[in-house]
């Protein structure tokens, strides 16, 4: 991976802070989560660098918990009325190039979000206690959060791990992976935790943090889609619900439909901030079904998971 810019104090401050913390499996442990030590610079570097707008809307996931199909269906509900839902940029651009990540820039530089006009539409793996201050503070900025049942977001994971890093060795065999979910030692983990922070901030501030189950995103997309477009500020009229705007919406954004299109079979990701890693754009469309961990994980690991979440998640009325 590239190092950011050297030169500055900030950042040789830093690497130092990073070079420090502890260590395992190639990722580093800040505050409680474990990071790529890129991805804990960065998140440092966001904390002075990044500024709040009013209308900055965050789409935040735990990795492979539906964050292509959420950045597909938020970019689509917010700019429904600059595109033709029959030749829209989903068409031909993946989800993943239309919604920039705040930790995971196209090109070198933090600070390119800020040459985005408003009102701007970003995504972010981050836990809700790492996101910059600005974020965290302003009364203003709406967060979008999807969360996944555990046992089927480790699968989904665990494939796309091996797809990403397992070309250059870094492959996990099933056993070894699971056992570093349990542990809550996988990017972005505890995976728990990362739930339970947005959670909370929901229960407390509904108004500004709308926490969605993938589960029910599947069981009732259009419910969801309706209730996602009124949190955005942008909810569709009588005319356009009649009109079956909101089942276009759906059909556009589905699995079927984004997986079968030649843009999201081929070719591989622009992100020049990790050369070291290939993104293929296939790779992010795996099966997105529901229950899928049964083909993969025994029954033991399903219940030594459930088990793991629910004494994590006790009291906290978040059931997964």
């Known amino acids: 991976m590239e190092q950011p810019n050297s030169g500055s104090p900030s950042e040789t401050h830093i690497d130092d802070l990073v070079s420090k913390l502890p260590v395992r499996e190639g990722m580093v442990l800040y505050k409680s ?33 539906g964050t292509t199909w959420l950045k597909a269906l938020a970019f689509t509900i917010t700019t429904r009325s600059s ?23 196209a090109n070198e530089d933090l600070t390119y979000v800020e040459t985005l006009a408003s009102p701007r539409l970003l995504a972010t793996h981050v836990p809700m206690s790492l996101l910059p201050e600005s974020i965290a503070n302003h009364g203003c900025v ?30 996990l065999d099933l056993d070894t992976a699971f056992n570093r979910f349990c542990e809550g030692a996988l990017p972005y983990g505890p995976f728990w935790n990362h739930c339970l922070e947005y959670w909370k901030e929901s229960i407390a501030r509904p108004d500004r943090v709308l926490f969605l189950k993938y589960e029910d995103m599947m069981s009732d997309p259009v419910g969801c889609v309706k209730k996602l477009a009124l949190f955005l500020g942008v909810p569709f009229t009588d ?33 020049r901030a990790r050369p070291n890693v290939v993104y293929e754009k296939a790779a992010f469309f795996r099966r997105g079904k529901v229950g899928d961990w049964v083909n993969h994980m025994s029954e033991e ?17 978040l059931v997964l």
């Open 33 to 65: 989560y474990w990071l790529w030590p890129q991805t804990a610079k960065r998140v440092m570097l966001l904390q002075d660098m990044f500024k709040a707008r009013d209308d900055d809307v965050i789409l935040a996931t735990n990795p492979k918990c």
């Open 83 to 105: 595109y033709d839902l029959h030749n829209h940029p989903l068409l031909t651009l993946h989800p993943q190039e239309v919604v920039p990540f705040l930790e995971i820039p």
């Open 142 to 171: 709406r967060i979008v959060y999807i969360c996944r049942e555990p046992k089927d977001a480790f699968v989904s994971l665990w494939h796309f791990w091996n797809r990403v890093h397992g070309g250059r060795g870094a492959d």
């Open 239 to 271: 005319r356009e619900e009649e009109g079956g705007v909101v089942e276009q919406v759906v059909r556009l954004c589905s699995f079927e439909m984004l997986s079968g299109l030649e843009a999201n079979k081929t070719g591989n990701l622009k992100v």
């Open 301 to 317: 690991m399903g219940t030594k998971l459930d088990s793991i979440m629910e004494e994590k998640l006790k009291g906290s009325g």
